[in-house]
């Protein structure tokens, strides 16, 4: 029988066992710690200055269990900088969340986090700097539920090894630098409810498995090199409510299996390289609120099926090869609010139906070949911010009901054969940015207050029948940055029409009747790159306070009745490409200050009453652009040189 000391001294002995096998892991969980935050850089260890002493648990950021091992290390969006390479995850073999997200932390993903066979949680997303491979082994970590390494900068391939993750609901890893093709292991994660690739390099095409994830609801897969048809097995991801493919290329036709997700909200094809017709099927979409197919190859006509979708806020089929008109059942979108079928090739009568489309905030319908007249109807559009019906073949007056949108910004028509006035009902619009009617048969006055309400920025009527004077309202025009009004029979002295604008850039008023001398006022607009008012009536000198709009690239006064000396003060434009004074009544000497104008292309003075020689130092511009197309016309006819 054993002694009682002998008892004893086996009962130290296992006690201290006991002790010490109890504490190493603790003192290793600590130690890995400090030494990964002593890694870090000064202010990220500022960051963790609870990480003190040999308790974790009670450090900020750190979670454990009953027994003091490490589950939870939660330190997203703390502002850290370094590397992972100094944490030894084989120190928290319990360690379930890791989260890391949303900080400046860069490198490798280390390999040994394929160990942690209790993971579920395991997010390094949007740090930016993560580099290397996707660890090749990572289903192995058979528990994950999410897996976030989304905006980094990981390359290689998807590993194959993912398909092993069968748990998973949540994989993100948009915004890298993956490359390769996706493997059909992505079809065997079955618990995937979110499937995020987007923003990378993949190739090849959607693998056919990918219809094997019937519980997944967002699949991104948009801004790749992925190829090929769109699989057919799409039509099986029956919880799918957002499917993102666009910007690959993707080519062959729409598969009219996707008309078997029904609860899609959310389908975007556009920007790839799809043809064949938009299917039927489409109509099976009853919860589909934005459907993007635009920047394709789509040909074939509108199905009428597309009025069905009567839940959709976003149709855009613009830029593709679309034939026919569009279907009157369009007027059952009751809530659409964004309608753009522009740059197809759609005919046809623009349906009066589409005025029930109350929710209506943007109608872009240019570059087509629609004809007939604007359906009055649209002045029931209340929300309507924009309307665009340029470049078709519409013809008769513009409705006085589009005086009626008063929310409207921006209004173009340009390109038609749109006649009479415009109606006056549209100086109501008074919040409008952008007005384009140019190259129309338009005739009558523009309306007196076409800028009363001070928002107008694009004013374009060129090319059309115009009379009358300039609206008055243009004098006050300060937000105006653009003004076309050339080409038309207005009739305006000019002395005062036009006051100072701060924004201005380009304004055309030439081929017109206008009368009046230049105002000094034009040198006020400091951001003015171009003016011209060539074909005019115009008389008096040529104020010499232009030299103030010292950003003028262009100035086309030619074909007036312009007279006195070439103001010298003209030579401090020096950015002036062309400069056209031809057929005036201009006399005395060419300055010879105009040759420092070291980036003149054109110069164009014939049909004047100069004198004298032509200034040597006209041959600074000749030698400056002696290597492109450079032209000087001088006095008379006789004097031209190329």
């Known amino acids: 029988m054993a002694s009682p000391l002998f008892i004893l001294l086996l009962l130290q002995s296992f006690l201290v066992s006991t002790s010490a096998s109890s504490t190493t892991p603790f003192l ?44 939870n290390i939660s330190l997203s969006n703390f502002g850290l900088k370094g590397t992972l390479g100094n944490l030894n995850f084989l120190a928290f073999p319990k360690l379930i969340r890791f989260d890391v997200g949303n900080n400046s932390l860069y490198g490798a993903i280390p390999s040994d986090i394929v160990n942690l066979s209790k993971l579920t949680f395991f997010n390094l997303s949007t740090n930016d700097n993560f580099s290397g491979n ?28 993912v398909g092993n993750l069968s748990n998973l609901s949540y994989l993100a890893i948009t915004g890298n630098n993956l490359d390769g093709s996706l493997p059909q292991e992505v079809g065997m994660m079955r618990s995937l409810l979110v499937l995020h690739l987007a923003l ?6 959607i693998p056919a498995s990918i219809g094997n994830l019937s519980n ?41 299996e996707v008309g078997m997700i029904r609860y899609l909200i959310l389908l975007d094809f556009s920007n790839n390289t799809l043809t064949g017709m938009i299917p039927r099927a489409i109509g099976n979409f009853s919860h589909l609120r934005h459907l993007y197919l635009y920047a394709n190859e789509l040909s074939g006509s509108i199905p009428r099926e597309i009025g069905m979708i009567q839940s959709l806020f976003d149709l855009q089929l613009l830029g593709n090869n679309l034939t026919g008109v569009i279907p009157t059942s369009i007027g059952n979108l009751t809530s659409l609010r964004s309608l753009l079928l522009f740059d197809n090739e759609l005919i046809g009568s ?26 009055a109807s649209l002045g029931n559009l209340a929300s309507l911010n924009t309307l665009s019906l340029s470049d078709n073949k519409l013809s008769g007056p513009i409705p006085a009901s589009i005086g009626k949108l008063t929310r409207l910004t921006i209004l173009q028509l340009r390109g038609n054969s749109l006649s009479g006035p415009i109606p006056v009902e549209m100086n109501n619009l008074t919040i409008l940015e952008s007005l384009q009617l140019s190259y129309n048969q338009l005739s009558g006055h523009v309306p007196d207050n076409i800028c009363l309400g001070g928002s107008l920025k694009y004013l374009a009527v060129n090319g059309n029948h115009l009379t ?22 207005l009739e305006e002295n000019i002395s005062e029409a036009f006051g100072i604008y701060p924004n201005l850039d380009f304004i055309d008023l030439s081929d017109n009747k206008l009368y009046g001398e230049l105002s000094p006022n034009w040198g006020l607009c400091q951001n003015l790159t171009s003016l011209r008012i060539s074909n ?30 070439i103001p010298k003060e003209i030579s401090k434009l020096t950015a002036m ?24 292309q054109h110069l164009s003075l014939a049909k004047n009453n100069l004198v004298g020689p032509i200034p040597t130092q006209l041959g600074n511009c000749f030698r400056r652009h002696s290597t492109r197309a450079w032209r000087i016309t001088c006095v008379g006819n006789a004097e031209s040189f190329s």
């Not at 890995?32 to 009670?58: H, I, M, R, Y």
């Not at 990378?200 to 095409?205: E, H, I, K, V």
């Open 28 to 71: 290793n969980q600590t130690e890995t710690l400090l030494k990964w935050k002593a890694s870090l850089d000064n202010q990220s260890q500022s960051f963790l200055s609870s990480w003190v002493g040999e308790t974790p648990c009670s450090w900020v950021g750190i979670a454990c269990d009953k027994v003091g091992s490490i589950t």
């Open 134 to 161: 996707i660890p090749k082994d990572i289903g192995r970590l058979s528990l994950l539920t999410v897996l976030d390494l989304a905006w980094n900068q990981l390359s290689g391939s998807l590993p194959v090894s």
């Open 200 to 205: 990378n390099s993949f190739t090849g095409p």
């Open 216 to 256: 997944c609801q967002q699949l991104y897969l948009f801004e790749n090199e992925l190829s090929g048809s769109i699989p057919t097995d799409i039509g099986r991801m029956s919880s799918l409510k957002e499917l993102h493919l666009q910007g690959n290329r993707l080519n062959g036709s729409i598969p009219q």
């Open 350 to 375: 623009i349906p009066s139906e589409i005025g029930f489309l109350n929710s209506l905030t943007n109608l872009a319908l240019y570059n087509n070949s629609f004809s007939g007249s604007i359906p």
């Open 468 to 489: 009358g004077p300039i609206p008055r309202s243009l004098r006050n025009c300060a937000s105006l940055y653009r003004a076309r009004l050339e080409k038309n029979q």
């Open 536 to 565: 005019n009536k115009v008389s008096g000198r040529i104020p010499p306070e232009l030299a103030q709009a010292t950003q003028l690239t262009g100035l086309d006064l030619s074909l007036n009745q312009l007279s006195g000396e």
């Open 577 to 600: 490409v062309y400069l056209l004074l031809n057929d005036n009544q201009l006399f005395g000497r060419i300055p010879p200050e105009i040759g420092n104008l070291l980036n003149l």
